[in-house]
């Protein structure tokens, strides 16, 4: 990254990302695989260390179903979008801005991204919310939109009404 401290302050920001690492990982996984097939190791995240871990990931040759996680694999920029054409589909889960938020800046406090919540909503308000409407305004065509609701009859006990 040509400016480390603006990539750590917009971490999270498509252009953080390994984005052609990613396209290529989808090309390799792309073609049937077969028993002659090696294991390919994907990228996960750390949440303790807060960065990826290379090949963490085993996808054997009898993986026969892939399902891929990210805010940018519908996003109609380059790579990405040429990412999202090898995908037999594509689904996005839609979020309330308000609610997305409030889930963002719980998390970055509970996962000592931040320090407290007033850090944690200046982090959300200048980098997570125009993530993602920069997500939403250029989303690609996708299969299924699944919308994100809070239900208290999934909550864990101590979060019961």
């Known amino acids: 990254m040509p ?3 603006l990539a ?3 971490r999270g920001a498509h252009w953080t990302f390994d984005a052609p690492a990613f396209l290529q990982l989808v090309q390799t996984l792309r073609p049937p695989l077969t028993a002659a097939t090696a294991t390919t190791f994907a990228p996960s995240f750390s949440h303790a260390t807060k960065d990826p871990v290379e090949n963490d990931i085993p996808i054997p040759a009898s993986a026969r179903v892939l399902i ?3 805010n940018y694999l519908s996003l109609d920029l380059a790579p990405w979008n040429e990412a999202a ?11 309330d801005l308000e609610v ?3 889930r963002l800046v719980d998390r970055h406090v509970k996962a000592g991204i ?3 919540r007033e850090e944690a909503v200046r982090r ?3 980098n997570d ?3 993602g409407v920069e997500i939403i305004n250029g989303r690609l065509d996708v299969q299924e939109v699944v919308k994100s609701v809070e239900d208290t009859a999934w909550a864990p006990e101590s979060k019961q009404p």
């Open 3 to 5: 400016d480390p401290k």
């Open 8 to 10: 750590f302050d917009r």
């Open 68 to 70: 891929f996680e990210g």
């Open 85 to 95: 054409e090898l995908m037999d589909e594509l689904w996005f889960v839609e979020v």
């Open 100 to 102: 997305a938020k409030s």
């Open 114 to 116: 931040v320090t407290d």
């Open 124 to 126: 959300v308000d200048g």
């Open 129 to 131: 919310i125009p993530n």
